[in-house]
């Protein structure tokens, strides 16, 4: 069985810091692109908030652009979002996704943890 297990979030006050970790396991055969996503209050639609390619790669939403920083460590399974200077507007459910290959049956598509309130105070 496939799992991807997150972890972290809670409450900060605006300009806080908080840090979240999602961990993948399972019979895995390769991990491609992992990331973060979140959903607002009221909304049902997951937006992209940060991806990291196996190579690293990063890719940001403009919203986020120098305050989050996504990072993996790949023996571990695990992709990371470091969430500095936050606002308000950061309230969000967070979703980690990571596309992977596993097995029996072979299969590739995108896998999703359980999600994580986050909630930013003014």
């Known amino acids: 069985q496939v799992q991807v297990v997150q972890s972290g979030g809670g409450l900060a006050q605006a300009g806080g810091s908080l840090q979240l970790s999602c961990v993948a396991s399972?019979?895995?055969?390769?991990?491609?692109?992992m990331g973060w996503y979140r959903q607002a209050p009221g909304t049902s639609q997951r937006e992209l908030v940060a991806?990291?390619?196996?190579?690293?790669?990063?890719n940001y939403a403009d919203s986020v652009k120098g305050r989050f920083t996504i990072s993996r460590d790949n023996a571990r399974s695990t992709v990371y979002l470091q969430m500095s200077s936050l606002k308000p507007e950061d309230t969000a459910v967070y979703y980690c996704?990571?596309?992977?290959?596993?097995?029996?049956?072979?299969?590739?598509?995108?896998?999703w943890g359980q999600g994580t309130q986050v909630t930013v105070s003014s």
């Open positions: 996704a990571a596309e992977m290959l596993t097995s029996a049956p072979w299969t590739l598509r995108n896998y």
């Open positions: 399972g019979r895995i055969d390769r991990i491609n692109d």
């Open positions: 991806t990291v390619t196996s190579g690293g790669s990063t």
